[in-house]
């Protein structure tokens, strides 16, 4: 079956600009977490949703958002872009509570100038 | 605080060889971990898990150890391939209630043919 699918791979903004994030998660799982991935600090959480609400959130500025949709898609959303938000973008998928396998996409490439 | 790149620690070893990965983790309430696999431009891609009611599991080709006590985790690989270069991450999950993984620094592999 499909894995985890993420879109745009790649692109890229400009300091100010807002971007949206898609993530299209394996079939059956209904739980879809986020994660940020630079060179400096490495993976962090975002957030985590299930059934369209938002379970858990990292430590990130209110900049940073995202919803999911009643066929368990998600979305993130990053308003008034900074350099510093270059960065992978990952999404991750399970079917449901914890201690359930999560698999990651291959990620949107995010560049911000 | 100061922000400071992320030094991952590195291995290299023949082709052919065992490789040994380790993972040290701070929250004995973690109880359920996975390790995944992470190649050059690419998402993380799942290797193995293990729950912490269990000290030991393998897959193909590869195991992993789990030392409650010492909260100590390793990834080993057996008759390493050049296939297997790339980064490894120990990510863990809290335990029920937290769906958010957290994950260590990562080991870059390096096999040398």
């Known amino acids: 079956k499909a894995g985890v699918t993420q879109t745009p791979r790649y692109l890229i903004k400009t300091r100010g600009q807002q971007v949206t994030l898609s993530c299209s998660p394996i079939?059956?799982?209904?739980?879809v977490s986020w994660y940020q991935q630079t060179p400096g600090q490495g993976l962090q959480f975002l957030f985590e949703?299930?059934?369209?609400?938002?379970?858990n959130k990292g430590n990130f500025p209110g900049r940073f958002s995202g919803r999911q949709f009643s066929n368990s898609r998600s979305e993130m959303n990053v308003s008034t872009l900074e350099l510093g938000d270059s960065a992978l973008y990952l999404c991750?998928?399970?079917?449901?509570?914890?201690?359930?396998?999560?698999?990651f996409g291959e990620g949107s490439w995010l560049t911000v100038v | 605080g100061e922000s400071v790149g992320l030094h991952l620690p590195t291995l290299s070893v023949q082709e052919g060889d065992n490789s040994i990965i380790n993972c040290a983790y701070s929250?004995?309430?973690?109880?359920?971990f996975i390790w995944y696999k992470q190649e050059s431009g690419k998402g993380p891609q799942f290797i193995i898990d293990?729950?912490?009611?269990?000290d030991k599991r393998q897959g193909q080709r590869v195991t992993v150890l789990l030392n409650k006590t010492v909260k100590h985790l390793s990834l080993q690989i057996a008759a390493t391939q050049p296939g297997d270069s790339a980064v490894y991450f120990c990510?863990?999950?809290?335990?029920?209630?937290?769906?958010?993984?957290?994950f260590g620094k990562g080991t870059k592999l390096s096999v040398i043919p």
């Open positions: 991750a998928s399970s079917l449901s509570s914890t201690g359930n396998t999560i698999y």
């Open positions: 079939s059956g799982h209904r739980s």
């Open positions: 949703y299930f059934s369209e609400t938002q379970r």
């Open positions: 929250n004995s309430a973690s109880d359920y």
């Open positions: 293990i729950r912490s009611n269990m």
């Open positions: 990510a863990g999950l809290p335990g029920a209630g937290s769906y958010q993984l957290t």
